[in-house]
């Protein structure tokens, strides 16, 4: 992995020098925090009054419906201005959590409520990650960008880590209508925050007048146009499609069948994995290298798809979560300076549209994960790794290849040192 030194004036403490940084991070903590526990609450709830995993299953897919209409919503970010979308997201979040609170309180919670409730939220909340990145690129200079990212990213990290080691105790701890208050108060501290970052102004630019299905157009053809933005959004597509899956979707499965373990063993898996993001979250915060940042995302790419494959032949619980950290520390080592790239490739009247489309390549994890069930029960588990495993080193060559002049030149604009 290419790097250099970094300047020494450049520490992780520069970005909170920016006083819109300094309320956005513990803003968005508060949220990923709630997020976390909602999550975990619900699916717990969903599983325990049902008894239907169908249900528990429908609940995790409203988790990614926003995706598909993250684009709009950075549509309306680039026309109407950043704080006052984290406002109406988060007071959003807030109401809906209180709804719950209130429905627990009173013995009217259902299974169907919360889904209605939930498919809301989720309508809304995958387009959370893409605001924050948009606005840490508008509100810090661009030497920080990296390091911010990294920073932000601890947030979704930590909470990642606290839930999967808490997982469903906290209901049998606090109860539903305590546990909700917790996250409504949670939710109301982060839109209070909200209020402290810079009221970002929409940059006009020559479709300032157009409506916004023109604007949506326009992102789409802004992409296609710009190699660089193109190869990001296949990496994070193809990472999606047949790595996330062994780290989460699957994650049970080989708790249960592989390290013969509990719920217990399953939380320190999970936890590990975090772990390890974090980690690599830190090291990106301390400006100690000089990235290039498309290629380290290249490699980190392919070094993740080469521990899944580890990950598979391991049947002992403690080396399964000392690869799964590793896992985790390159995983984020290939997401953060991904948003880098298309951050620094991206003019900023179109950053909230093309951060939107670029949740578009979530859906590759619900892809990977309804093709890895038939092929787990049918090939095994391993075999269902060397496949997605080949297969994701192939094609991360491949288009590392086909777009080798904007992501791997290291005079690319993708690789310039952040």
Known sequence: MTHTSAPPHLNWRDSFRVKSFR?????????????????ILLGWYILSASGSVLMLVV????????????????VVCDRMGYRRMLWSTRATYALMAFSIMLLSYFQALTPDRVLILAAIVGSIRPSDQMMRNALIAKTLPAAQLMGALGISRMTSESARIAGALAGAGIVAVLGMTSAYAVVTLLYVLSFWLSRGVDDVQPIPNAGALASPLDDLKSAFTYVWHKPILMGAMAVAFLVNLLAFPFSLGLLPYAAKNIFLTNQTGLGFLGASFAFGGLLASFTLSTHKFKLRASQTMIMASAVWFALDLVFAFTNNLYLGMLVLMLAGFVQSLSMTPLAAVMLRATEPAFHGRVMGMRMLAIWGLPIGLLASGPLVESIGYVSTAWIYSALGLALTLALTLYWRHALWDKHSVANNAL
Do not use: H
């Not at 309320?23 to 999550?39: K, N």
């Not at 995790?60 to 684009?71: D, E, M, N, R």
């Open 59 to 74: 609940y995790g897919s409203l988790q990614y419906l926003g995706s598909l209409v993250a684009p709009v919503f950075g």
């Open 23 to 39: 309320y956005q991070w513990p803003a968005d903590l508060a949220t990923s925090w709630a997020f976390e526990m909602e999550t």
